[in-house]
T-cell receptor
Framework: NAGVTQTPKFRVLKTGQSMTLLCAQDMNHEYMYWYRQDPGMGLRLIHYSVGEGTTAKGEVPDGYNVSRLKKQNFLLGLESAAPSQTSVYFC?????????????FGPGTRLTVL | KQEVTQIPAALSVPEGENLVLNCSFTDSAIYNLQWFRQDPGKGLTSLLLIQSSQREQTSGRLNASLDKSSGRSTLYIAASQPGDSATYLCAGIYNQGGKLIFGQGTELSVKP
């Protein structure tokens, strides 16, 4: 099993550009999450999904959109990137059962917005 | 507001020492608590998960405890090694959506 994978690993954008980050998991997990990690702020939840076709907002959703068209994939989109979105983005997944199961994280995407 | 706090922010110990990392949370209605390890520039590796009905979990040299009444969790590392050097994060889950609320982490350095 590859676990949770993320593409790309690194990306540099100019202000106003758009991009999509892809997260894929091969563990047949129901729940998937997008977090961002910033120095001094820790990890914060952006959006999450409790199943195919469903998404919900987390703590810091502004400026991001997500889609979960397939159970194994969770996409994070930035429509118009801003320097404040410079961060390391992590995707995670867990089995169902109301959050009692472990969350497994991907290796992260390091995004710089100039 | 549900908050998770880790103190100290950094810790340096000599190799071979037993150590305890602390995690405190404000809301005792916690579903479970998960400990992670993060190496510089890397993702998060799950170490231990403690469900609210449990008081502790063990994996090798690691032992994690959970005391809901006092709002505290500890991660005990026995016979520390330089390879244990990393940032250790604790995170609480409070609801059915399984969203993690993270502490700021403790950066551990084990000196040879």
């Amino acid at each position: 099993n590859a676990g949770v994978t993320q593409t790309p690993k690194f990306r540099v954008l100019k202000t106003g550009q758009s991009m999509t980050l892809l997260c894929a998991q091969d563990m047949n997990h129901e729940y998937m999450y997008w977090y961002r990690q910033d120095p001094g702020m820790g990890l914060r939840l952006i959006h999450y999904s409790v199943g195919e076709g469903t998404t919900a907002k987390g703590e810091v959703p502004d400026g991001y959109n997500v889609s979960r068209l397939k159970k194994q994939n969770f996409l994070l989109g930035l429509e118009s990137a801003a320097p404040s979105q410079t961060s390391v983005y992590f995707c995670a997944s867990s089995a169902a059962s109301g959050g009692y199961n472990e969350q497994f994280f991907g290796p992260g995407t390091r995004l710089t917005v100039l | 507001k549900q908050e998770v706090t880790q103190i100290p922010a950094a810790l340096s110990v000599p190799e071979g020492e037993n150590l305890v990392l602390n995690c405190s949370f404000t809301d005792s209605a916690i579903y479970n608590l998960q400990w992670f390890r993060q190496d510089p520039g890397k993702g998060l590796t799950s170490l231990l998960l403690i469900q609210s009905s449990q008081r502790e979990q063990t994996s090798g040299r690691l032992n994690a405890s959970l005391d809901k009444s006092s709002g505290r969790s500890t991660l005990y590392i026995a016979a520390s090694q330089p390879g244990d050097s990393a940032t250790y994060l604790c995170a609480g889950i409070y609801n059915q959506g399984g969203k993690l609320i993270f502490g700021q982490g403790t950066e551990l350095s084990v000196k040879p």
